[in-house]
């Protein structure tokens, strides 16, 4: 590719060497073709000391992340600190960079709209029209921004204060003017305090007397309040002799003030019959035994169809239920011991077949050796091994590359579980990686439809 600064090649020694080193290794898994990316990035790394390289992830106007090379800074231009951001994307110089305004740095500033920009930031300069990967590259770009910019500045200063605020704000430091003294004839001349207690003022003979409130209510609180007399309880005597209660009197009352009252009597107990002390030899004594054991019959045969029914609605329930579960699992154990018996056999047959194939193994090695012996010489074994055709061997290749692709993506994920690598090497590489194979595939189908017509 022509660069019309091959003069200016020799200043990319200023760039360190660290940085050199970072932007050789972040551009070749990245870009097609890195060695251009990485050889205009040092010319503009050097010829612009403010720009800064980064990678960052990028999101295209159809929503596509990428992880792209930014060349990002600030150029002074009339006392304008204008950030710009420098997307390159992945088939440059094929495709023209992504030019932006860095609005996240505009604090003091917003984007002014002109033929180049709009209000998003974004910079559409006339050479992306005319863009051509042999003669353009981002010098240039960056050159017909300078340009552009210099002509059209393409920010201003944001009108944050009203004209209002700013008068107010210039008036700030003049002095606070106090309002004008009273006469001296309008000064009060006589003060006095009536009986209310409140001033009078005379001004010019004329006596002014602040309002009055009006009087409070007295409240009386007697000295000694006497509280109302309690309701007086009838309380009952008993006697140990008699059980006739007579109420006593007030008077009573007022001179047994100081005696304890006398705890009642209990209730008196109901009279119960003792089945021991009754004797058996009486008619109402066996009439009573009789009832009371009919009665005794009957609660236990309540009882006794209460823990039936328990029996046949919970227990003969919960018996069915274990007893198909044992079925159950009685098939399942069947079914796993034929299915370990066929896994058994399955490797037994493999092991055969194994052995089989190692003792032909053996043999076409022998008859390899035996041949290299008469003809002499080391003979290259796959091209010995070749198909009919050169679309059974591209599909050969084709498929073990597949294989090796997902081997690899394995141990991608291997490498992650067990913190050998980050999480933006693995997506990055598995991007790479899944992209590989899809095509890979997608060539097998091809060549294998090829082959069955």
């Not at 870009?31 to 990316?37: A, F, H, Q, S």
């Not at 490797?347 to 053996?362: C, F, G, P, R």
Request: net charge neutral; glycine share 2%; aromatic share 6%.
């Amino acid at each position: 590719m022509s660069i019309d600064i091959s003069d200016q090649i020799a200043a990319t020694k200023d760039v360190p060497a660290p940085v050199m080193k970072w932007l050789f290794d972040v551009v070749q898994p990245i870009y097609n073709d890195p060695r251009t990316v990485f050889h205009d990035s040092l010319v503009i790394l050097s010829q612009f000391k403010e720009i800064r390289p980064r990678t960052r992830v990028y999101t295209s106007s159809k929503g596509i992340p990428q992880l792209l090379l930014c060349l990002y800074g600030k150029f002074d231009i009339y006392n304008n600190k204008i950030p710009i951001l420098l997307w390159i994307p992945k088939n440059y110089p094929y495709e023209h960079p992504l030019l932006y305004i860095d609005l996240e740095l505009l604090s003091e500033y917003k984007v002014s709209m002109g033929r180049y920009v709009d209000s998003n930031g974004a910079v559409h300069l006339p050479i992306f029209d005319r863009w051509d990967s042999q003669q353009c590259n981002i010098f240039r770009v960056i050159k017909e921004f300078l340009s552009e910019s210099s002509e059209h500045i393409p920010i201003e200063p944001l009108k944050v204060e009203s004209q209002v605020n700013f008068d107010a704000k210039s008036n700030m430091g003049a002095p606070i003017r106090l309002p004008p003294k009273l006469p001296r004839e309008l000064i009060a001349k006589d003060v006095s305090v009536d009986s209310s207690g409140f001033s009078q003022l005379s001004l010019n003979g004329k006596v002014s007397t602040a309002p009055t409130l009006p009087p409070k209510q007295a409240v009386i609180i007697p000295k000694n309040p006497q509280l109302p007399p309690k309701p007086v309880q009838p309380i009952i005597q008993h006697s140990a002799i008699s059980t006739n209660v007579k109420p006593k009197s007030s008077k009573d009352l007022s001179t047994s003030s100081n005696e304890v009252p006398a705890l009642p009597e209990k209730p008196p107990v109901p009279s119960t019959i003792d089945l021991l002390d009754v004797e058996i030899n009486s008619k109402a004594s066996t009439e009573l035994h009789t009832n009371l054991l009919e009665e005794l019959q009957t609660l236990i045969n309540n009882l006794q169809g209460d823990d039936l029914r328990f029996i046949k609605e919970n227990i003969l329930v919960r018996k069915r239920g274990i007893e198909n579960a044992i079925v159950q699992f009685r098939n399942m154990y069947e079914q796993e011991e034929l299915k370990l018996s066929e896994t058994k056999n399955a490797i037994e047959n493999n092991m055969n077949k194994l052995s089989t194939e190692l003792k032909y193994v053996e043999e076409q090695n022998k008859n390899l050796k035996d041949f290299e012996m008469k003809n002499g010489g080391n003979i290259d074994t796959s091209s010995i091994l070749t198909t009919n055709s050169i679309a059974l061997d591209q599909l050969y290749n084709l498929v073990a590359k597949d294989h090796a692709i997902s081997d690899t993506m394995h141990s991608l994920s291997q490498l992650l579980n067990n913190g050998t690598i980050t999480l933006n090497i693995f997506v990055k590489k598995t991007r790479e990686l899944a992209r590989t194979q899809f095509l890979t595939r997608a060539l097998i189908q091809k060549i294998a439809s090829h082959l069955n017509n």
